[in-house]
């Protein structure tokens, strides 16, 4: 059975090396079968990322100007529409062989929310579901969302955790293509100023039992 080695990077990261990272380790989890899983914690500098279900009328901003002001524009081959990643969000990407753990796509998704309202609990947050939809919700909007990807059913993407993230960076989009859906960080539903660490540690103390089961490296 594969190992489980999780990073934790305290620098935001620009979207294009996080990107190449997760592909050099996918490429790697599928050419060697002992190598191990992977667990990456982060943070990203400001970037709109464009899914594979991308509405041109879900980016409010014109991308030259967002451009001029230093915010990325991607296309990324993850399900869903348009996001953002900034400052203060905790990224999280999980690379694991869905195959070989027995996990189906819908079902990996699930046990990415349940891991996420499960941390959030930590903090005495009622976090769920809404129907129909992907991702984490509180009373005041959403405060995680999701979009993933498998390459031979190896899986990279991964969540949005927003912690104290600058919602302005919202304003710029229609997040994840729901219109007049509110969005909301951690720091607001406390509001007190949470450390990403904390949160990190709540993740790591709940994760599904597919992770939690593996020996780290």
């Given at each position: 059975m ?8 305290q620098l935001?990261?620009?979207y294009?090396s996080?990107?190449q ?33 991308f509405?041109?009328?879900h ?7 967002l451009?001029?002001n ?10 869903g ?5 900034g ?7 999980v ?8 996990l189906y796509?819908t079902?990996?998704?699930?046990d ?10 930590e ?7 809404r ?7 509180v009373s005041?909007?959403?405060?995680c969302?999701m979009g993933i990807?498998?390459?031979?059913f190896?899986?990279?993407?991964g969540?949005?955790?927003n ?10 989009i229609?997040?994840c293509?729901l219109?007049?859906q ?13 450390e990403?660490?904390?949160v ?5 103390k709940?994760?599904?039992?597919w992770?939690a ?5």
């Open positions: 594969r190992r489980l080695n999780c990073h934790s990077s935001p990261l620009t294009a996080a990107l990272q997760q592909l050099t380790t996918v490429d790697s989890i599928l050419a060697n079968s002992s190598y191990p899983y992977e667990c990456h914690f982060l943070e990203h500098s400001h970037v709109l990322t464009k899914g594979r279900g509405v041109k009328e980016l409010i901003s014109a991308e030259s100007e451009l001029k230093g915010v990325e524009v991607v296309e990324v081959s993850r399900g529409s348009v996001t953002y990643h400052p203060g969000q905790l990224v999280v990407y690379h694991v062989h869905l195959k070989e753990l027995g796509l079902h990996y998704l699930r990415l929310e349940q891991w996420v309202m499960d941390a959030l609990a903090f005495n947050v009622d976090a769920g579901r129907k129909g939809l992907t991702g984490v919700w005041q909007g959403k405060i969302a990807a498998a390459k031979k190896v899986s990279y993407h969540v949005g955790l912690v104290s993230t600058n919602m302005d960076g919202f304003n710029w229609v997040p293509g219109v007049g509110a969005v909301t960080s951690l720091d607001q539903v406390l509001g007190r100023k949470v990403r660490i904390e990190e540690e709540a993740m790591l709940h994760m599904p039992q992770l089961l593996l020996e780290r490296v």
